[in-house]
């Protein structure tokens, strides 16, 4: 008797682990697609810099690849919904900002001054990721831009505090 479940103990149970299942819709959106895309060059530039002579540099692609895998598993199965304390989109927008400019400098001094070939094509894909990040940041800052001049909508009309009157009671 102990081995039959009911059914709403299975339901919960399939609703758990929904839960760990990416959404779909966020996976094929621009910003699921743009998280997919980092994810994927941040892990080839790190297998490539570990191939490479220039292995100084394996510790940016790791920690960028880390955080870009966290931030698509968070936005798909919706766990940034849980934690409103964290302002998501700006340190999404902080994290492509820095390895956009990491991945850029990597890139130069991969491609300039390593002559193996493992080390070039990590600065080639270092490259195409600086553009991936850019893009993506160039996405975020146009949402923030977007949410905040929705703020400022002209249709509220903002109360002017009468501060600099010229009746002084004395």
């Known amino acids: ?87 998501w989109p700006l340190m999404d927008f902080l994290r492509c900002v820095s390895a956009s400019i990491i991945y850029f400098v990597i890139s130069i001094i991969s491609v300039s001054k390593y002559k193996d070939g493992a080390s070039k094509a990590g600065g080639v894909f270092g490259f195409i990721a600086t553009i991936v990040f850019a893009l993506h940041f160039y996405v975020i800052f146009n949402e923030l831009a977007n949410f905040l001049k929705q703020g400022d909508s002209p249709e509220q009309p903002r109360a002017v505090a009468d501060e600099d009157s010229d009746s002084d009671s004395d």
Not at 32 to 37: M, P, Q, V
Not at 66 to 72: E, G, P, R
């Open 1 to 87: 008797m102990g081995d039959i479940e009911s059914p709403d103990s299975t339901s919960s149970r399939q609703a758990g682990i929904s839960a760990l299942l990416p959404d779909k819709a966020f996976v094929t959106s621009r910003r699921g697609l743009l998280l997919t895309a980092e994810v994927a060059l941040s892990f080839i530039i790190f297998i490539c810099f570990v191939a490479s002579t220039a292995a100084a540099f394996v510790t940016a692609p790791l920690i960028e690849f880390l955080l870009a895998l966290f931030l698509l598993f968070a936005y798909s199965t919706k766990f940034n919904e849980r934690f409103k304390s964290f302002h």
